[in-house]
């Protein structure tokens, strides 16, 4: 709640007698109406406290008493209230021998394999990639997919031992997600995986009964090279995308696009690159491993090359000194460092780089500001700088996973952001999405954010000060820089949500879009280069936090754009890229993935806290973004403290957390089985020493 602190001069005794009266004055009041309502003392005291508060939406699906909560007398946000809430840690217990909700998934495919138990479900092959032989896919692209050869040395349409496998149903009784939707975003949400089938292709040592299918064959994985392999697959398929081939600084080959393919022909495949970022002194753990291996063959190898993975590296001065001589790109130097720095399997896919390359091509950003915890965008704008032939950029931090697959989690975050309407396009990304309590995003939730921002008697956006409507002038009467995408109409009133359909989004977070002017975020001050000019005494900002976010080429170009040229604009690097959007007009949209909590919120009490806003909404001056807040997120699966993504994956992994999961659980209940689940972060993921 907001806290007022009123200053009275301890000689001014009048203007206390004053206040006191008027205090008392009000308590009768209060009293009063009370009394003649009948209702308790507490009732409007309740109401106050709880402005802005509103009812789940009637259609809504969540039980009356289950969700009946009030926020309790004296509630102060700072404090761990939800820890009151009923835990169900023992509810994520799901194995392989429990499944229901056995629909058969879209994805799941091809003769199962048998498993050890006469009563658990078969495994099936997970298979989320368009029929690329077949007519209608053939009539809508150019070129033909060609399969590639994987870690095996083997085609991958041939080779089993490359497979992902799933299973259909869920485990019964696996909770719903608190946050987000799968239904949604279209995320398969009908199957489970288990550490076996997702990680037994990418290293995952097999020595547990129970196995579906032949173990995969050993493979020496220092003789894996991942760089080459990608690059062999995208020429292999270079008609699909209308690329040539280039040769760059360290003599590999890349490819190019081909000036006369156009820039915007729909017949050709876009490009994806996935930068994982990683720096010197990572310990690669053999789970980490894993994941980048399946990140490769999910969405590279297997896709025929429209996504390409590369490890982007920081190297540290204080760990590498010899990066801090001039010739910090010469070739010979170069490779050596990244030899030293990264395993053997990824060298050619890694990208080095440090934060003094951006002393010269930065110059207007302070030195101090140019390190990487404010400026870690520099390296992906340069990077989107040196290879142009990518449509998209993904940035991953390597602390990411996913237990379902990461070619079906990207298509379906683009496919989805591609039909977002830019008509509140703003106010809904700046809200954690409750279904519980805003019914279906497209119809109910979008419904109520237009009525939110739609004042009685005036039209929307025209008037209202939280709705946004194009772009968002840095200066009065215009814009160093060139704004991109004017709205077609003078307010959005006219438009019937059909601008932005059909474009690809600009930038995509996996959590709100939020104003940061009123909260309490850490880093609400970082941004550089900006006139004062009253009556705003700061640029206009957006924020969001976990920097996992999509960009497109464009977003990139004019980020480094507005850091290179004068005056040097920049922010802290959670503000940086959705305020560059903002300024722009540029499309940027939140994409509410399933998020899961170790308790049992009440609907309204996830309402209550995560959207606490002036307009309802995750802004505000008691955000949970703010540092005295964000232990709101502890018992969650996806922000930079959840510690339950941790406890959870150590599950999926076979190791035990909470007096679940492990040799002995998993001899009695079976394998530790979860739906598609974004966790971050996972660090350390090393199995623990038996106690001996």
Not at 227 to 252: A, I, K
Not at 413 to 432: C, D, M, T, V, Y
Not at 447 to 466: A, C, E, I, L, M
Not at 600 to 608: H, N, R, S, T, V
């Amino acid at each position: 709640m907001k806290q007022f602190n009123l200053v009275v001069p301890v000689g001014n005794a009048r203007r206390r007698i004053y206040i006191i009266g008027t205090g008392f004055l009000l308590f009768l009041l209060i009293t009063l109406s009370t009394w003649r309502s009948g209702s308790s003392l507490a009732d409007p005291l309740m109401k106050i406290a709880t402005k802005g508060w509103r009812e789940p939406h009637p259609n809504a699906s969540y039980k009356e008493k289950e969700d009946d909560w009030t926020p309790p007398k004296n509630y102060d946000p700072v404090n761990h209230n939800w820890e009151a809430f009923s835990a169900v840690a023992e509810s994520y217990n799901g194995s392989i021998h429990n499944l229901g909700n056995l629909k058969e998934s879209p994805y799941t495919r091809g003769k199962p394999g048998v498993v050890s138990s006469e009563n658990a479900s078969r495994a099936k092959i997970y298979d989320p990639y368009p029929d690329y032989q077949s007519t209608r896919y053939r009539n809508a692209y150019r070129g033909s997919h060609i399969s590639c050869i994987g870690a095996r040395g083997v085609r991958l349409n041939e080779s089993y031992d490359d497979m992902v496998w799933a299973y259909d149903g869920v485990p019964s009784g696996f909770p719903e997600p608190s946050l987000g939707s799968s239904l949604t975003l279209d995320l398969d949400h009908d199957v489970c995986f288990d550490r076996v089938g997702r990680y037994g292709a990418y290293g995952h040592v097999v020595n547990e009964t129970g196995y579906y299918m032949s173990t995969p064959s050993d493979i020496d994985w220092d003789q894996v090279n991942w760089g080459n392999l990608q690059r062999e697959c995208v020429r292999l398929n270079s008609d699909r995308f209308g690329l040539n081939s280039r040769t760059d600084h360290t003599g590999s080959t890349h490819q190019s696009k081909d000036p006369s393919s156009g820039a915007s022909d729909p017949t050709r495949k876009q490009r994806t690159a996935v930068l994982l970022r990683a720096y010197s002194g990572l310990e690669y753990t053999p789970n980490m491993l894993q994941n980048i291996r399946a990140m490769i063959t999910e969405l590279s190898l297997n896709s025929g090359g429209e996504y390409e993975v590369f490890l982007l590296v920081e190297v540290r001065e204080s760990l590498d000194p010899v990066w801090s001589e001039p010739n910090i790109t010469d070739p010979p130097i170069y490779e050596q460092t990244k030899r030293r720095l990264v395993p053997q399997e990824f060298w050619n896919m890694t990208v080095l780089w440090n934060a003094k390359q951006w002393r010269d091509l930065y110059p207007l950003v302070p030195e101090r500001w140019r390190a990487v915890h404010f400026s870690q965008w520099m390296p992906v704008q340069y990077f989107a700088h040196r290879n142009p032939e990518f449509n998209f950029y993904w940035n991953i931090e390597v602390d990411v996973r996913y237990t379902g697959h990461y070619y079906h989690l990207s298509e379906q975050l683009s496919n989805w952001a591609r039909a977002q309407p830019r008509k509140g396009i703003w106010e809904r990304s700046n809200h954690f999405y409750v279904p519980r309590v805003h019914g279906a995003y497209s119809t109910d939730f979008t419904q109520w954010v237009q009525k939110k921002n739609s004042p009685p008697g005036k039209p929307w956006g025209k008037h209202s000060d939280r709705s946004i409507w194009g772009p968002v002038e840095v200066l009065p009467g215009g814009s160093e820089f060139p704004l991109a995408d004017s709205p077609p109409t003078p307010n959005p009133d006219e438009d019937s949500y059909s601008w932005g359909v059909g474009e690809d989004a600009d930038l995509i977070t996996l959590l709100p879009i939020f104003p940061p002017h009123e909260t309490h975020y850490a880093f609400l001050g970082d941004y550089w280069n900006y006139p004062e000019v009253p009556p705003a005494p700061e640029p206009p900002k957006r924020c969001s936090i976990v920097t996992t976010y999509r960009f497109s080429h464009r977003l990139l170009d004019m980020m480094h754009l507005e850091n290179s040229n004068a005056p040097g604009h920049h922010m802290g690097s959670e503000m940086w890229p959705s305020s560059v959007c903002l300024h722009h007009g540029y499309k940027a949209v939140y994409a509410p993935h399933p998020i899961w909590l170790d308790r049992k919120w009440p609907a309204k009490a996830l309402d209550y806290i995560f959207n606490p806003g002036p307009g309802a909404d995750a802004g505000g001056s008691e955000s949970v973004f703010g540092l005295d807040r964000e232990h709101n997120f502890l018992g969650s699966t996806w922000y930079y403290r959840a510690d339950w993504a941790r406890s959870l994956y150590w599950r999926f992994l076979g190791w035990e957390s909470q007096g679940i999961g492990g040799k002995e659980w998993e001899q009695k209940n079976g394998r530790f089985c979860m739906p598609p689940m974004l966790l971050h972060p996972i660090k350390d993921a090393v199995e623990p020493e038996a106690e001996s």
